[in-house]
T-cell receptor, first 113, second 110 residues
Framework: NAGVTQTPKFRILKIGQSMTLQCAQD?????MYWYRQDPGMGLKLIYY???????DKGEVPNGYNVSRSTTEDFPLRLELAAPSQTSVYFC????????????FGEGSWLTVV | AQKITQTQPGMFVQEKEAVTLDCTYD???????LFWYKQPSSGEMIFLIY??????QNATEGRYSLNFQKARKSANLVISASQLGDSAMYFC???????FGAGTRLTVKP
């Protein structure tokens, strides 16, 4: 009963380093999303995907890249990490046939120092 | 792009009373849906309720109901008989582009 799985759960990066946040879902959902949530704030959409091979920018895509080579996986890549990217990152998935309910991962806490 | 607005950064309610959390949206689409999610201090996102734009009756899920006024483009969440465990952040979102509002922090007073 995994749902949406994100790894790692916590990470500290140095300025300028790169890393990939992994996201996998086992519900065969076609839609997947990456959000960031800064302390005390709402969720901002970074990137989304409506199916394998298709990705698109959300509200705050700068500094990030994504790929969607399979239905299950939607990794988020941070290139040249900056302190402004310190945030909690949520991956989510949805399937139009289930009323568009969004299923969230547990979040990944990222600190850039 | 769609726009979601939650104008109440914080709300207080007495335990056992009802509270309404506001959400307005802006979309030119004819078909869409509105969600509400709860985020307790532990951080996880918990789905509460959903209503589609063509649903004729307001959605209800236990103590949660959605006061959907399509002409006013509002989808307010009503929580009846508030409990201490309802203290959390609440977010609304529109499903066409899955964008969220800024959230409302609800505090239930004993």
């Amino acid at each position: 009963n995994a749902g949406v799985t994100q790894t790692p759960k916590f990470r500290i990066l140095k300025i300028g380093q790169s890393m990939t946040l992994q996201c996998a879902q086992d519900m065969n959902h076609n839609y997947m999303y990456w959000y960031r949530q800064d302390p005390g704030m709402g969720l901002k959409l970074i990137y989304y995907s409506v199916g394998a091979g298709i990705t698109d920018k959300g509200e705050v895509p700068n500094g990030y890249n994504v790929s969607r080579s399979t239905t299950e996986d939607f990794p988020l890549r941070l290139e040249l990490a900056a302190p402004s990217q310190t945030s909690v990152y949520f991956c989510a998935s949805a399937d139009a046939s289930s009323g568009n309910t969004i299923y969230f991962g547990e979040g990944s806490w990222l600190t850039v120092v | 792009a769609q726009k979601i607005t939650q104008t109440q950064p914080g709300m207080f309610v007495q335990e056992k009373e009802a509270v309404t959390l506001d959400c307005t949206y802006d979309t030119s689409d004819q078909s869409y849906g509105l969600f509400w999610y709860k985020q307790p201090s532990s951080g996880e996102m918990i789905f509460l309720i959903y209503q589609g734009s063509y649903d004729e009756q307001n959605a209800t899920e236990g103590r949660y109901s959605l006061n959907f006024q399509k002409a006013r483009k509002s989808a307010n969440l009503v929580i009846s008989a508030s409990q201490l465990g309802d203290s959390a952040m609440y977010f609304c979102a529109i499903d066409n582009d899955m964008r969220f509002g800024a959230g409302t922090r609800l505090t239930v007073k004993p």
